[in-house]
């Protein structure tokens, strides 16, 4: 969410922390939303396709030498089998469920054999119909010897998620589950297709 919203609206989820940690990776990786901070761009700098809805966002976002695209997730413009990663950090979130499955399939098409996507992001409750109707997330992202202290926040109504719904939609669009890890809110899910 750009705008300013009134603090009553907004449910705060518990602070939460992400290690992390660069990874061997032949080719290029794309990157699903990669607007806000940028974070995976800033890992991975040149090998990273940044792709995401909102140009601004992408303006913003750190670059490292990425290549930023404004392009939407639901309709990826690449050909079949072009990336051995994708990525998407805190950008499911954002997404509706049924936006979320045209992704997936589209992220599976993407994909080399064998290759993964990687997801971080939030364990999101049904929203309870209350004034509340933000939720948001602070996030400490520790980057190789960096602290980012980050936010994200998303109109909540339609939005609820979770590792196990996320890992359902993964194997619903022929995904294996890789790895599944949660602490607290925060979860790390990785998909192999
Ligand atoms: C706040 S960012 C997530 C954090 C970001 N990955 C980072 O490194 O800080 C979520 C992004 O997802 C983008 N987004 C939402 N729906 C999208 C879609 N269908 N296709 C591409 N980007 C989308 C939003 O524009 C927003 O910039």
New binding site residues.
Partial sequence: MGQEVDKKRINFLPKGKVKMVGFECEGRIL??????????SHLFGEKVVA????RE?LKE?RSNGALRIE????DLKFLDEEFSKVTS???LM??DPS?QRK?FAEVYRVLKKEGEFIIWDAEIAPCDGGEKDVIALSLTVELEGEEIQ?G?GVYWPGKEQSLESLAKRGQDSGFKVGKKEQDGNIFYLKLVK
């Fill in positions: 990157d699903i939303g990669g607007g806000g901070e940028g974070i995976i792709i995401d809805l909102s966002e976002a392009m939407d997730a639901t950090f805190f950008s954002y997404m936006d992704v980050t994200y």
